[in-house]
Nanobody, 121 residues
Framework: QVQLVESGGGLVQAGGSLRLSCTASGRTYGMGWFRQAPGKEREFVGAISWGGGTTKYADSVKGRFTISRDSAKNTLYLQMNILKPEDTALYYC?????????????????WGQGTQVTVSS
């Protein structure tokens, strides 16, 4: 069983930046970030392969967010720049048991508890 713990969330003004981290208790393969705003369904943000060579992003965050990982440290990152009020959500880290990159939540086996990101206008 792998446990995922997110950190780095907070309150930031529009146009600002935040960096989220997700530390895994064991070996993981493909990983991703998802988010869920109040009253909305969970949505895909970005995903990365184990080696970091393949990434995928939601259209809404392309050019503003960057996903990366340090596999030696079992840590996943999400650098978020030019934040907008519509980025406000609970951000979840997720991990697969295979290396393929996926934007589908049902492909992920392990989930963290989430870290809140709030962007003020």
């Amino acid at each position: 069983q792998v446990q995922l713990v997110e950190s780095g969330g907070g309150l930031v003004q529009a146009g600002g930046s935040l960096r989220l981290s997700c530390t895994a208790s064991g070996r993981t393969y493909g990983m991703g970030w998802f988010r869920q705003a109040p009253g909305k369904e969970r949505e895909f943000v970005g995903a990365i392969s184990w080696g970091g060579g393949t990434t995928k992003y939601a259209d809404s965050v392309k050019g503003r967010f960057t996903i990366s990982r340090d596999s030696a440290k079992n840590t996943l990152y999400l650098q978020m720049n030019i934040l907008k009020p519509e980025d406000t959500a609970l951000y979840y880290c997720a991990a697969r048991r295979t290396n393929a990159v996926s934007e589908q939540s049902w492909d992920y086996y392990y989930w963290g508890q989430g870290t809140q990101v709030t962007v003020s206008s």
